[in-house]
């Protein structure tokens, strides 16, 4: 780990409380440099610079927030390019985008789209584990034509054929003599190729596949890192906004007068639901804006005001009402069946013995460590946006729906690292709700959002509750099996295992919408990985056999079953086994356990990629749980960095637990009342195991993705090891203080 | 007026001495690495250390900061110069979104002082940072390894 110990450069030396240690190796940005997140200056296409002392800068156009890509991708260019990525640079490149002239499918109407190369789609988008998978084929070409074009270069130079000529770490070698790359780069970007460039086969990978650091590592660990929210343009002001707390609900009236009063305060601006259509989902909360000098003054001017809330349709709303109408939409029995083959009811009915059985979870907020917040300064002839959302093209085309008449070229867009995106900024809404004030007052306008208005105005992970019904033949195999969801919004794990394990099997589905809802971690899998383990390891306790070997089992016998969705095609069973036994493996599956432990695994596919995680745990007399252990296991096809994978690995199924552990949105009158750290708990290091082992695949099968793979087998896998444990099956998130209220009755 | 120093350097603050100090660190001093969080000192992304201790400063208010000194994690290290955790966090490449990770820097600095050879237990009890990545566990694996280095070891 790490590649200090490489360096002979490094000097070491004791000081008075804190050892002392000259690092030159780390990538450090240039202290106060705005144009670090500004255009990457290329010389050599989209991705490249190379100065005349061969120093390689490598551009990535996916934000980062988080998953490591700002490593990964550049070390797939640098691979055809063939450098030493010890010594290559990286930074974030501007959105490349163009107007939709119907090249790419999936932009469907939208006005701009992501541009392309040689008939590619530059991918700049985070989220949906799919960075990789959609940039892997394509960077490599880019990396590989730029190699092309120095070694034409060379050849031009030196009057020879460029079939004569290789590349080795930053330089091409004709014979005896070196050229480096810096020399050639003027010559490279006007040569004509007269060949396709050859890509490499993985075999002769001399940077994929290695352990990379994070080249940001250096920035973040001394502060120099900047997001969004670090951010400022010259004359801007900040603004805080009253949203209104319950569910599509409405301003009624409201007072500025002792908020205007607050010194700082500038303005008061009243901001519209977007979209007015209350039946629509909503966007932007309906409000009251306070404009400052500072953030503090305006959050003190936001203190100040006083708004009468129109409560809206939900006025009524918590946790109970939802799941009293759960109740009612069951009882009405209008299910989507989304996948059936056999004849479930008969083969249940003829079954040796059954199990039915419902596990409940709740709304999840996101939570995203940097809340939502954007910078917009909106100019009669120019836009500027200074935003942490992750998908270029959806900041243009979301403003644009506020910001009508401007054209493309007129947007001055610059992406910033994410403090933590997980699916909730995708959506534009603090640059919107700074772009309509910004538009109202004529200046450049920074948005915050608070910690409570982030867990008050979230697009929640959606609650559920999933009903199931197994039936077990005398042999103890599971041969009906029927899985009923009730969501708060329209997902289902149509294909998810045991879907096609299982000869006589019904997937339905039914929603009952209430909170605005969107993408988390793992989004559907997430709950789904939770319900079907959970009832799979039931099923497997019923049928006396041990949990791991009853998922194998169903594994071989099946062999490889249909998995279509946008990642993905078929799920290989060789490929779960695989990773279920190294779980098992390196978490010591089988050994003898103390008194208390327990332990548990479970598998899921998300998103193309196979994982899974293996928990012991402890539960003493009085309930108190530890997680002593964990190992998590995945195969997202060939790993990139491989450190970074583990990364993914351990992050998913830390944030499993975390979520399994204490999370809940809890509700009154249509509005989330826990809605800071105090109340929305989430784990510290303190409840996360000591050991936790993570292994990545490594194969040379095309790339998936792995950013949210590991989390739906985490949770399963601990409720899973606490009924081994302690012979409590946890049927309802969060796992809480369930264990301390069984031990006592 | 509030007079402090910051990473060595005087200041003076004459608004309203209400206002938390994270929002002096990142408005006022431009000193951007001091993150905002939760402000309810839940989370610990606004760590600093005053008087060589961590405080969550969006929980304290600039009247209490007079005749302090403050460190802030750009006066942890630098570049040139990384403290002992600085360095850990980055060889064991413990960061993944990035945004909580001063926080978690500067109060590990802090809590290495009080607990110098620390066990896991420990670690637990008193390192109370949320990060939301989870990089909890290369986050113990690097806490360990600055205790080494401030010890004088490896």
């Keep these: ?745 | 007026m509030v007079k402090f120093t910051v990473n060595g350097e005087a200041h003076t603050f004459e608004g309203d001495e209400d206002m938390p100090l994270l929002w002096y660190l990142r408005e006022d001093a431009k000193l951007t690495g001091t993150k905002f969080g939760c402000g309810i000192a839940q989370c610990g992304a606004c760590t600093v250390h005053m008087g060589g201790i961590a405080q969550r400063s969006c929980s304290v208010p600039m009247a209490a900061v007079d005749g302090e000194d403050i460190v802030t994690i750009e006066g942890l290290g630098d570049q040139d110069r990384l403290h002992a955790v600085q360095r850990a966090w980055v060889e064991e490449d413990v960061a993944q979104c990035g945004f909580c990770q001063s926080g978690q820097i500067m109060a590990v600095a802090s809590f290495l002082k009080d607990f110098p050879n620390p066990t896991d237990d420990d670690i637990d009890e008193n390192h109370t940072n949320l990060c939301r990545c989870a990089s909890y566990a290369r986050m113990r694996i690097a806490i360990h390894k600055a205790a080494a280095y401030l010890r004088g070891e490896a």
Aim: proline letters at 5%; glycine letters at 8%.
């Design chain 1, 1 to 745: 780990m790490g590649n200090l110990d490489r360096r002979q450069f490094l000097k070491v030396t004791a000081a008075a409380g804190a050892l002392v240690i000259s690092s030159p190796s780390f990538s450090f940005a240039q202290n106060g440099s705005k144009d670090r997140y500004r255009n990457l200056d290329t010389n050599l296409g989209f991705y490249l610079k190379i100065d005349t002392n061969n120093m390689v800068t490598i551009g990535y156009s996916v934000p980062d927030d988080g998953t490591g890509v700002n490593t990964a991708l550049p070390m797939l260019v640098a691979e055809e390019l063939d450098v030493d990525f010890d010594n290559v640079s990286v930074e974030k490149l501007p959105p490349l985008y163009k107007e939709n002239d119907g090249s790419n499918p999936r932009g469907g109407d939208a006005p701009y789209i992501n541009q392309t190369y040689k008939g590619h789609p530059i991918h700049q988008s985070t989220g949906g584990s799919q960075s990789i998978r959609r940039s892997y084929e394509m960077l490599r070409m880019a990396g590989a034509e730029a190699r092309e074009r120095l070694k034409q270069a060379a050849a031009d130079d030196l009057g020879v054929n460029i079939s004569s000529l290789n590349t080795d770490n930053g330089y091409v070698i004709s014979g005896n003599q070196k050229m480096s790359y810096g020399s050639l780069v003027e010559k490279a970007a006007i040569v004509t190729l007269t060949a396709e460039p050859k890509l490499k086969s993985p075999d002769e990978y001399k940077i994929i596949g290695t352990d990379q650091p994070q080249k940001v590592a250096g920035d973040i660990a001394i502060g120099a890192q900047k997001y969004a929210m670090d951010m400022e343009l010259p004359g801007m002001l900040n603004a805080v906004i009253a949203r209104c707390p319950h569910a599509d609900g409405l301003v009624k009236s409201y007072d500025d007068t002792e908020a205007l009063k607050v010194p700082g305060v500038r303005h008061v601006v009243r901001v519209n639901r977007i979209p007015e259509d209350i039946s629509e989902q909503k966007y932007i909360a309906d409000g009251v804006a306070v404009i400052a000098d500072s953030h503090w003054a305006a959050l003190k001017g936001r203190e100040a005001l006083e708004i009468e809330w129109d409560k809206g349709r939900w006025a009524d709303v918590d946790n109970a009402w939802i799941d009293r109408n759960f109740d009612k939409v069951i009882a009405e029995g209008k299910t989507n069946v989304r996948l059936e083959h056999g004849d479930f009811d008969k083969a249940f009915a003829e079954a040796e013995k059954t199990l039915e059985v419902a596990y409940d979870q709740p709304y999840w907020a996101h939570a995203t460590m940097e809340t939502p917040c954007g910078i917009v300064d909106v100019k009669s002839d120019k836009v500027t946006v200074i935003a942490g959302n992750q998908t270029a093209v959806r900041v243009m085309n979301d403003l644009m729906r506020v910001l009508p008449g401007y054209t493309h070229d007129q947007f001055d867009v610059t992406l910033m690292r994410i403090g933590s995106g997980f699916g909730r900024k995708f959506i534009v809404d603090a640059c919107t709700e700074a772009a309509v004030l910004s538009k109202a007052v004529g200046k450049p306008i920074k948005v915050i959002w608070t910690r409570e208005d982030d867990l008050e105005q979230d697009f929640y992970n959606p609650k559920g509750r999933h009903m199931f019904k197994g039936g077990l033949d005398k042999n103890g195999k599971l041969v009906a099996a029927n899985y009923f969801h009730c969501s708060t919004d329209n997902d289902f794990a149509t294909h998810a295992f045991p879907a096609h394990h299982v000869p006589n099997y019904r997937g339905e589905v039914i929603d009952s919408k209430v909170l605005p809802s969107g993408p988390w971690r793992g989004p559907t899998e997430n709950v789904a990985g939770y319900a079907m383990q959970s009832f799979v390891d039931e099923m497997a306790h019923l049928a006396g056999k041990d949990p791991l070997q009853f998922r194998i089992d169903m594994f071989k016998d099946a062999g490889d079953t249909p998995a279509p969705g946008f990642s993905s095609d078929i799920m290989e069973a060789d490929r779960f086994i695989n990773v279920l036994q190294i779980a098992a493996k390196n978490l010591g599956w089988g050994k003898e356990l103390p008194k208390g432990h327990g332990m548990g695994i479970a598998s899921f596919m998300t998103f193309g990629g196979y994982a899974a995680c293996a928990v012991e745990v402890k539960v003493d007399s009085d309930g108190s749980l530890t997680i002593i252990n964990a190992s998590g296991a995945a195969d997202p096809g060939i790993a990139i960095n491989p450190q970074g994978c583990r990364a993914q690995i351990e992050s998913g199924t830390l944030d499993g637990f975390s979520a399994a552990l204490g999370q809940a949105i809890e509700l009154e009158e249509g509005r989330v009342i826990n809605n800071n750290f105090d109340t929305y708990q989430m784990a510290r290091i303190g409840t996360s195991p000591h050991m936790l082992t993570s292994e990545v695949v490594r194969n040379h099968i095309d790339p998936k993705g792995l950013g949210e793979m590991s989390l739906p087998p985490a949770i399963p896998a601990l409720c899973n090891a606490i009924f081994d444990a302690c012979g409590v099956r946890i049927r309802k998130l969060p796992i809480a203080d369930q264990l301390e209220k069984a031990m006592k009755a």
